[in-house]
């Protein structure tokens, strides 16, 4: 067990599911795979119960699986021996001022990114003579000398487990009420995006391919901000936050929002999976799955730069066609104009061929994700910088 035991994690929800799941994801692994005592602070307990879903909005504070949850502190709160502020976020005033009394390390985890500068600005300290204490900056990332992915110890073992259990992905389908669909035969796609995607033209690409593909896209419950894409889909409310769309061969399964180890489980039994944000996206990976990335959405086309990054990191072995395809349809998905489609757009080509190539796709995928895996984790790395910065202090 780590010296430095009680650790406090700070989130501000800002896209709803990213930025929670990545704080809920990496709290339960430092309980459960460090032994450590943790409590997560959440400025939106409202959005967190989208992923948590066992929180109770009355309590003030409430163990779940471990962790210590607890709503934005509003009042004086004993700061931890190891203090986490995700994605930038500003620590509560009253909270801040006490670090240095408490000898507090005070670790800032920024979002993950494969560009190059990464490595040159992980573990780099911030000081805060305000404060008299440090802040250390930590950087996930894809390089041994950044802080890691985030990644269970058992979860490879656990998607080998399930994609080797005919009856559990079974089992898997029919709790989702996908179970009377005949699915082995077609092409399973899982769809979370943000609403910029160029979902209009990815649907009549696939509509127009012979076989039988359903997509599965799970949704906060609201089908009007998706009623441009699916505007000529015959639409069928079929239960409570359900909905089949259908055009073609194409059939698109609106389902209520899952669980995180449901979601898991969605990425690892399709054909291919849209991931957005973070969270899904690091997930994606570990899925060994062919995937799409759709990163935040930010001026200047700067999250194009950050998908172009990501491309040149994760590409890099795959042959020259594949890397052509891998960024021609990454950018059919992220650029243009959402929610318009004509018949001399070049997408319909570019998604078509992803779907031929699905095999070669899906080998380099499970190889992509043995490589990565042979790096230390995220918890991992963050629990060795935070001993190595306590017993510099000593």
């Known amino acids: 067990m780590a010296k430095t035991h009680h650790w406090d994690v700070f989130c501000r929800v800002v896209d709803n599911y990213g930025d ?12 459960h795979e460090h032994g450590l005592q943790v409590r997560l602070f959440i400025d939106d307990i409202v959005a967190a119960r989208h992923l948590i879903s066992k929180l109770d909005l009355n309590q003030t504070s409430q163990m779940i699986n471990g962790v210590e949850i607890c709503p934005w502190p509003k009042i004086s709160v004993t700061p931890a021996q190891v203090v986490i502020a995700t994605f930038g976020c500003e620590l509560p005033e009253t909270y801040s001022h006490q670090l240095a009394g408490h000898q507090s390390i005070w670790i800032n985890l920024e979002y993950l990114s494969a560009e190059t500068w990464v490595s040159d600005f992980h573990a780099q300290i911030s000081p805060q003579p305000a404060l008299g204490i440090n802040k250390h900056f ?12 985030l990644r269970e110890h058992h979860l490879l073992a656990t998607r080998d487990a399930f994609l080797g259990s005919v009856e559990k992905q079974a089992d ?38 012979e076989k039988t593909i359903h997509v599965v896209m799970p949704f906060n419950g609201d089908i009007s901000q998706w009623s441009t894409s699916f505007a000529d889909f015959t639409q069928t409310e079929i239960g409570a936050n359900r909905w089949l769309l259908q055009q073609g061969n194409l059939n ?13 489980h969605l990425l690892w039994a399709c054909d291919f999976n849209f991931v957005r944000g973070e969270d899904s996206w690091i997930r994606a990976i570990w ?60 997408d319909q080509v570019v998604w078509q061929s ?11 995928a499970q ?20 001993e190595n910065l306590r017993n510099s202090q000593v």
């Open 172 to 209: 898997f389908w029919q709790h989702l009420g996908l179970g009377h669909l005949n699915l082995d035969n077609a092409i399973k796609i899982s769809l979370f995006c943000y609403p910029q995607a160029n979902i209009r033209n990815l649907c009549v690409a696939l509509a127009s391919v």
């Open 138 to 149: 930590f950087f996930p990332g894809f390089f041994p000398d950044t802080g890691g992915l």
């Open 367 to 386: 190889h992509q994700a043995h490589t990565l895996a042979q790096q230390s984790d995220l918890a991992t790395k963050l629990v060795i910088f935070s």
């Open 20 to 31: 929670i799941g990545i704080c809920w994801r990496l709290s339960q692994q430092l309980v």
């Open 354 to 364: 992803f779907i031929n190539q699905l095999p070669a796709l899906h080998a380099y």
């Open 252 to 264: 698109v399964h609106l389902i209520p929002f899952l669980s995180q180890a449901d979601y898991d």
């Open 287 to 346: 899925a060994g799955k062919p995937f799409i990335w759709q990163p935040y959405w930010q001026a200047d086309a700067v999250h194009i730069k950050k998908m172009q990054a990501f491309l040149a990191v994760y590409a890099e072995h795959a042959n020259v066609d594949m890397q052509h395809l891998l960024s021609s349809a990454s950018l059919a998905w992220s650029t243009g104009t959402p929610g318009q489609y004509s018949m001399t757009n070049p």
